[in-house]
């Protein structure tokens, strides 16, 4: 009997390493992770790249990519970054940071590396809550979002608005490509990649800063099933932080 060929339908990216990662069940950091790997596959810049993890959920980043990783301080990524593209011009370098650590502890280094035009990427996650340390309020936190430090909810009389911090950078005339994407249904994810592919395309042509943030859910903390938080994430986040470009010099560029 012929051997009938077979159809490979999904396999693994070789931008990822084959193991299991530490995520809470729900969680799309995973899904985000798959994104990145896949599109350094595609543009055949593993080899090339090298990425800089965070800390909080992510932490533990460098386990998971098959790039070169550093691990950074708390919200100093950007600068570490900063270094290590300076001292190897030739190199992709991007970050990966969440909510706490890039709008929070981080947030000067994060302003002041798009303001320089850094040719780095920067793939900004955000929960709207700290997840790794328990669920406290986070910047990106939405008013009257009740968390362990706003059990009552946010009250912006009192702890402030959160920041839309994509619109922020987009002012900045270092920054080159901004955009804010979401990886809640099948469709989002599609267009997520696409942002991302774009950011590091951009990144090997030279031309930054680049961000793209992705809105994410937090199950655990947010007291919520996955499919609960999802439309949690649709009725209340995409709302105040709508999706979209919200910078993009390439479009100037070919004009």
Known sequence: MEQQERTILFQPTKGLLDVPTHYC??????????LIGEVLEELNIVDKTIGVAPVGCSVL????FAC???EAAHGR??????GIKRANPDKIVFTYQGDGDLAAIGTAEAVHVAARGE???TIFVNNCIYGMTGGQMAPTTLPGQKTETSPYGRDVNIQGYPIRFS???AQLDGSYYIERVSVDKVAAVAKAKKAIKKAFQNAVDGKGFNLVEVLSICPTNWGLSTEESLQWLRDNMIPYYPLGVKKDLSVEEAK
């Open 25 to 34: 069940p729900g969680c799309t950091h995973g899904i985000i992770h798959r």
């Open 61 to 64: 980043a460098y386990e998971y």
């Open 68 to 70: 070169d990783m550093f």
């Open 77 to 82: 990524a950007p600068a570490v970054a900063t």
């Open 119 to 121: 040719k780095i990427v």
């Open 167 to 169: 619109e922020m950078v």
